[in-house]
């Protein structure tokens, strides 16, 4: 994993804009596709071993897949589409207000001053407001204006995956469950097959979103999980990403929520202001 991680980045680094445009369309087809197949596999080869087609509780998965793939696809197009650089910024915010030139600092290749938690980013060309990482599968940048959709869809391709995997293992259970183990009533291969499959591709969201709840209890960025130079909590920090409505952005990423500022002003340690 850390070898693929390592030649990403060098590949990246090496020609970004032919990386770009090979590796976005490749991972933005990789989650539609994926998606697809895990539905479609839930739906018309796992559901129905459970319940009966056209009863309430498989009309009710219906509901559920399609509410869950509605946050995936959503969030993703929200977090592609939102700029979250510091051109994005009105005019008089792209430069800092007198007293806080100490914290800001300069970016070599835009060549000019840029706000606390910005840093550039070699494929979009540019300073990202907060930045996180740069992300193949929403072909954008992390940060401040876009977190909370990045957040959102990783949590629902994680319950996604989830609630695939636990009724994926019951349909499998079964099997045994109603197997004297000496008959031929055992799972079928392909069912063994897709529950390992299932468990892999847990594995992904799942961490991730772990990953970013460590790094908002952190209150440091994904890049630096042992950063704790921000002087607010986690509840805050959730706040911060997901804006003024908080938890009901969970609903859709059309919820309306303001954030709390435009991503130039943090309260950073005293102790710690001179690494700005
Ligand atoms: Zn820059
Ligand atoms: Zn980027």
């Not at 071993?49 to 998965?61: A, E, H």
């Not at 469950?177 to 000496?182: A, M």
């Amino acid at each position: 994993m850390c070898f693929i991680l390592a030649c990403t980045k060098y590949l990246a680094r090496k020609n970004p804009k032919v990386f770009v445009r090979i590796s976005h369309p490749i991972a933005v087809l990789f989650v539609i596709l994926t998606t697809f197949f895990f539905v479609g596999l839930q739906m018309f080869y796992v559901m129905p071993q459970l319940f009966d087609v056209g009863g309430m509780m498989y009309k009710l998965g219906w509901l559920l897949a399609i509410f869950i793939m509605y946050n995936i696809f959503g969030n993703m197009v929200a977090c592609h589409i939102t700029n979250t650089s510091v051109e994005s910024l009105p005019k008089d915010r792209q430069v800092p207000e007198s007293g806080e030139e100490q914290l800001w600092h300069y970016c070599d290749i835009c060549e000019k001053l840029m706000p606390p938690r910005s840093w550039h980013c070699i494929l979009c060309k540019c300073c990202i407001l907060k930045r996180d990482s740069h992300c193949l599968f929403t072909a954008s940048c992390i940060g401040h204006n876009n977190q909370r959709y990045f957040f959102w869809c990783t949590f629902f391709m994680a319950l996604g995956t989830g609630v695939a995997w636990a009724t994926h293992t019951i349909a499998t259970m079964k099997y045994f469950i109603y197997s004297d183990l000496n008959t031929d009533n055992l799972p079928p291969f392909w069912l063994i097959f897709t529950l390992i499959l299932n468990t892999y591709t847990l594995a992904a969201p799942v961490s991730s979103v772990i990953l970013q709840i460590s790094a908002l209890g952190h209150n440091g960025p994904l890049h630096d999980l042992n950063s704790d130079n921000l002087d607010i909590a986690l509840w805050e920090n959730f706040k911060m990403i997901l804006g003024k409505k908080v938890l009901w952005t969970f609903l859709s990423p059309t919820v309306k929520s303001p954030l709390a500022h435009d991503g130039t002003q943090w309260k950073i340690k005293e102790s710690d202001i001179s690494e700005y």
